[in-house]
């Protein structure tokens, strides 16, 4: 199935447009889980992928009927080496067993054989046949697009032969992001300019629902250029980073939806993962149940933000 179409499936079934990041950092984890991961492996790369694993899955657990899917940093497991890679690859398996839609978040940006590469290593369907093969296997992967066509071609060809996404990035959440995105160029900004890109690019890989499995990268914490983009993607699902930490609101999150509720996921990383550590009535222990409690009260925030708008409520989130 067309990405687009099980992301949306998902949002339907699940009344949902939470995703959770995966951003495990050793200095925040429980302390547990460090203390059991040192026992064998003292203070090694060892230890800290044996723990990422182990609270990945505990978060997967808490949050699998919650959230659509789960967004993990892929920096935070490759500085750990193969250790960290092994752990990144059992933590996208057992999301996948829960039922979660993986999105790696990679924001890879190359060209030529190099991007091809890449997509073939975290969505497939590149390799020939006569040649050794693996590819992590998400759903979706983000995508640095400012290379222009030749580094995001190979990912859209990627997509299309094994039903996956992309999400490229065009306003992202950073504060910096306007030194090279606010730009005008001809009159327009720079983010305006791989809009219109990217909504060019998912042309061909509209599903059954409307929506492109070429999606974009649109922070929360920039709610008018959000809408400017919503008006030039109105096929484009996009990403939605800033919720929560960042300080993006779930009124911050609404310009980025279509009119139908739809045509947007909203990501949040520390405020889900190490909620523990804000909310005083869990403890270490209780750092999962922290963490569902806190994607719970992210998904119903972003719902009743949503029906509040939809024309008093005539329009329904699960239609």
């Given at each position: ?56 899955r505990a978060i997967i657990d808490a949050v699998h009927d919650v959230a659509v899917a789960i967004k993990p940093q892929l920096a935070f497991y490759e500085q750990y ?126 599903g059954n629902e409307g929506y492109s499995s070429v999606g974009a990268v649109v922070g ?100």
């Open positions: 199935m067309n990405f687009a179409d099980r992301l949306i499936a998902a949002t339907k079934i699940k009344k949902s447009h939470v995703v959770v990041g995966l951003d495990p950092r050793w200095s925040a984890l429980p302390p547990q889980l460090k203390t059991t991961a040192t026992v064998h492996n003292e203070l090694g790369p060892q230890a800290a992928a044996l723990a990422f694993y182990q609270f990945g080496g193969p250790w960290g890679m092994h752990a990144l690859v059992q933590t996208v398996e057992y999301a996948r067993q829960q039922g979660l839609l993986v999105i790696a978040d990679a924001k890879r940006g190359d060209i030529g054989s190099t991007a091809v590469a890449y997509a073939q290593a975290y969505i497939g369907g590149l390799a020939a046949t006569d040649e050794p093969a693996w590819s992590l296997q998400a759903d979706a992967v983000t995508v640095n697009a400012y290379l222009g066509s030749d580094g995001v071609n190979p990912f859209v060809q990627a997509g299309a032969a094994t039903g996956s996404g992309i999400f490229a990035l065009v306003k992202t959440s950073n504060q910096s992001s306007g030194e090279l995105q606010d730009q005008l160029i001809e009159g327009e900004p720079v983010y305006a300019k791989m809009a219109r890109m990217v909504n060019a690019w998912g042309k061909d890989l509209v929360a914490t920039y709610p008018e250029e959000a809408a400017q983009l919503r008006q030039l993607m109105p096929q484009a699902i996009f990403l939605v980073p800033g919720y929560g930490a960042q300080g993006g609101s779930a009124q911050d999150v609404l310009p980025a939806f279509n009119p139908d509720g739809l045509g947007a996921v909203v990501s949040s990383s520390r405020g889900i993962i190490f909620a523990y550590q804000q909310d005083p009535q869990y403890g270490a222990e209780e750092y999962a149940d922290a963490a569902r409690a806190a994607a719970i009260r992210m998904r119903d925030d972003i719902n009743h933000a949503l029906a509040t708008r939809l024309d008093h409520g005539d329009v329904h989130l699960d239609q």
